[in-house]
T-cell receptor, first 113, second 116 residues
Framework: AQSVTQLGSHVSVSEGALVLLRCNYSSSVPPYLFWYVQYPNQGLQLLLKYTTGATLVKGINGFEAEFKKSETSFHLTKPSAHMSDAAEYFC???????????FGKGTRLSVIA | GAVVSQHPSWVICKSGTSVKIECRSLDFQATTMFWYRQFPKQSLMLMATSNEGSKATYEQGVEKDKFLINHASLTLSTLTVTSAHPEDSSFYIC????????????FGPGTRLLVL
């Protein structure tokens, strides 16, 4: 069975500072990994995904994540936080495309001016 | 453009009424549909999985007689919350599986349900 652990339910950074949101997963097979962002009262927007190939994945809005199999991690980073990045971020895992995603509990990112 | 649509985007209803939520695949055929719900300030939890033309499979703790799922076509799946109660108030989100787009993971925009 798959599972996702997001360390830190709330992360606060200053505007312009590095953003690091942690995600560790458990999977018995090579996983598909995803990061989604959710703004208040809105749906989910896909930030980036890893399925196969290059382990450093670049997404929208300047975010990127690196799949590290040895560490079972898929941490999300952004070099410089913007106020507009304040939102809830979810990491998710699935063993394949036709199986449901399993979500982490989410991390709320606050950006301080 | 949008790949998946949901209707309505939000609904307020009285306790005891039924609410139908539609999820449409706009450009691709969805052989499988996943339905999730998200309670306030919580993560998404899978409710059920349906395959076109067959009965849905429900997750533990989800009442199949309360949450009726119909997946009669490859472009439309519906979730009906029967005899809704305030504790059913939640954000309901569909996610289709496209056979020809297996690596993509599109979600519907969601339906916010408030039961008074």
């Amino acid at each position: 069975a798959q599972s996702v652990t997001q360390l830190g339910s709330h992360v606060s950074v200053s505007e312009g500072a590095l953003v690091l949101l942690r995600c560790n997963y458990s999977s018995s097979v090579p996983p598909y990994l995803f990061w989604y962002v959710q703004y208040p009262n809105q749906g989910l927007q896909l930030l980036l995904k890893y399925t196969t190939g290059a382990t450093l994945v670049k997404g929208i809005n300047g975010f990127e994540a690196e799949f590290k199999k040895s560490e079972t991690s898929f941490h999300l980073t952004k070099p410089s936080a913007h106020m507009s990045d304040a939102a809830e971020y979810f990491c998710a895992v699935t063993p394949s495309g036709n199986t449901p995603l399993v979500f982490g509990k989410g991390t709320r990112l606050s950006v301080i001016a | 453009g949008a790949v998946v649509s949901q209707h309505p985007s939000w609904v307020i209803c009285k306790s005891g009424t039924s609410v139908k939520i539609e999820c449409r695949s706009l450009d691709f055929q969805a052989t499988t549909m996943f339905w999730y719900r998200q309670f306030p300030k919580q993560s998404l939890m899978l409710m059920a999985t349906s395959n076109e033309g067959s009965k849905a499979t429900y997750e533990q703790g989800v009442e199949k007689d309360k949450f009726l799922i119909n997946h009669a076509s490859l472009t439309l799946s519906t979730l009906t919350v029967t005899s809704a109660h305030p504790e059913d108030s939640s954000f309901y989100i569909c996610k289709p599986f496209f056979q020809d787009r297996q690596e993509t993971q599109y979600f519907g925009p969601g339906t916010r349900l408030l039961v008074l």
